[in-house]
């Protein structure tokens, strides 16, 4: 049997893919998706811990905080941080 056989797309379809190597692969962080979530539903609720609920926009401002925290003490961008935390709202505020 043919591999062809076994792609529903057809090998056409896949060598047409396969050549696009020069597209830009884009990574998409926690933050980015965050973002993108308090720009689209900025009023909806995010995260419900306890007696707190926040909305997308809220959390996302308080991760901005945060961010904006460890950058003044020398964090640089896409560098990657550990927390070591309860499971808990609180380390964002």
């Not at 696009?20 to 993108?36: F, K, M, N, V, Y």
């Not at 609920?53 to 401002?61: G, V």
Request: charged residues 20%; glycine residues 8%.
């Amino acid at each position: 049997m043919a591999s062809s056989n076994l792609n529903p797309f057809g090998s056409d379809f896949l060598q047409s893919r396969m050549g696009q190597t020069d597209a830009p692969i884009r990574r998409h962080t926690l933050g980015d998706l965050l973002h993108r979530s308090a720009k689209r539903f900025p009023k909806k609720t995010a995260i419900i811990c306890g007696q707190t609920a926040w909305t997308y926009a809220t959390f996302d401002a308080l991760c901005d905080r945060l961010a904006a925290g460890l950058a003044a003490r020398g964090v640089a961008k896409g560098v990657r941080v550990a927390i070591l935390s309860r499971n808990s709202h609180a380390f964002a505020a």
